[in-house]
């Protein structure tokens, strides 16, 4: 008879082999109905004879590790890629994913938690306040909002459900695959026709793990992986440690001359700004957010959140107008 598999695993199984069913828990009840204490009634009062299901540890180990290098294998060809998981990132993926559920679409985050500086508000206050009409992103995405006298913005009661909302959902679709703890080292190029390198085209990311980047000086040949892409969305923020990552390397490879330099801060004019600039850089590369002050030499908006998100829909809509563009140029 055969050891319990608490005891014994088989040696392996091939990635391709994963046999699973998701399951999509009921939704929450209104408040006031009695199954709201089902969760409390399964488990009270029964601690004492409490025990979970028996598992060996290398179960846990190849749950994990089958899945994560599938998703690997999978998104080595993606038609989209976008760096950076904080606000326009993610606001990006959000509609690009629920607009085109056919696209393959890898976010790359180089922090272990997505959001960027989206989990607070401005100074470590915890309210986000957003520019009319970025309601409207709100309002597809299910963020209840406040309106103060003023009726020229709106604030979310904590930045936190703004953004825990969002990456809950974008990391709902089917088609979109996270890797945090993941950095942008470099960009795959593909030669111009007249060799010009202003005319270069993007065609994917060069990765590796953050904590291997964060060691380059003190370890050497530690090379990068690659993921493929007809498009890459850039939303690296403004200059910082990975900020303006895509920014500063189209200018070490004289793409562009130099970079514009982002100027202080004036909420009137820098949003305005980021959200109509947003669109195609270089062939192949759309920039939004933050990282286009750095190109353009915009102002900073601070703390306020409308452009991130607005950005983020206008990258989605030049996405499909760039994807269908490379779609047509490979089937002639």
């Known amino acids: 008879m055969s050891p319990p598999a608490a005891i014994f695993e088989p040696a392996s199984v091939p990635a391709s082999s994963i046999k699973s069913k998701v399951v999509v828990p009921e939704t929450v009840t209104p408040a006031g109905e009695a199954s709201q204490t089902k969760l409390l009634d399964q488990f009270a009062g029964k601690w004492e004879q409490f025990k979970f299901?028996?598992?060996r540890e290398s179960q846990v180990s190849r749950a994990m590790t089958r899945?994560?290098?599938?998703d690997l294998d999978?998104?080595?060809?993606?038609?989209?890629?976008?760096?950076?998981?904080?606000?326009?990132?993610?606001?990006?993926?959000?509609?690009?994913?629920?607009?085109?559920?056919?696209?393959?679409?890898?976010?790359?985050?180089?922090?272990?938690?997505?959001?960027?500086?989206?989990?607070?508000?401005?100074?470590?206050?915890?309210?986000?306040v957003m520019r009319r009409p970025a309601e409207a992103f709100l309002e597809d995405l299910g963020v209840p909002?406040?309106?103060?006298?003023?009726?020229?913005?709106?604030v979310v009661k904590h930045a936190s459900l703004f953004t825990s909302t969002l990456l809950s959902k974008v990391l709902q679709f089917p088609n979109v695959k996270l890797f945090n703890a993941t950095t942008v080292e470099d960009l795959v190029t593909r030669p111009a026709p007249d060799n010009n390198p202003e005319n270069v085209r993007i065609a994917g990311v060069v990765t590796n793990w953050t904590l291997v980047s964060l060691h380059h000086d003190d370890h050497s040949c530690m090379d990068p992986n690659t993921i493929n892409a007809p498009l890459v969305i850039s939303t690296t923020g403004h200059d910082g440690p990975f900020g303006a990552f895509s920014a500063k390397r189209l200018v070490s490879m004289t793409a562009i001359e130099k970079l514009g330099g982002m100027r202080g801060l004036d909420m009137n004019s820098a949003e305005d700004a980021i959200v109509k600039s947003t669109r195609?850089?270089?062939k192949g590369l759309i920039m939004g957010g933050m990282e286009l002050a750095e190109i353009d030499g915009s102002n900073r908006m601070g703390p306020t959140f409308g452009a991130m998100?607005?950005?983020?829909?206008?990258a989605a809509e030049?996405?499909?107008?760039?994807?269908?563009?490379?779609?047509?140029?490979?089937?002639?």
């Open 318 to 332: 030049e996405a499909l107008k760039v994807v269908d563009e490379r779609k047509r140029e490979c089937a002639e």
């Open 67 to 70: 899945r994560y290098f599938q």
């Open 74 to 128: 999978k998104y080595a060809e993606s038609d989209v890629v976008i760096i950076g998981a904080g606000s326009c990132g993610l606001s990006t993926a959000y509609v690009l994913a629920k607009a085109r559920p056919d696209l393959k679409i890898a976010i790359i985050e180089a922090n272990v938690s997505p959001g960027g500086g989206a989990w607070l508000g401005g100074q470590l206050f915890s309210a986000m």
């Open 53 to 55: 299901a028996p598992i």
């Open 309 to 314: 998100v607005l950005s983020g829909v206008k």
């Open 145 to 154: 909002y406040e309106e103060d006298a003023n009726p020229n913005y709106v």
């Open 280 to 282: 195609e850089v270089s």
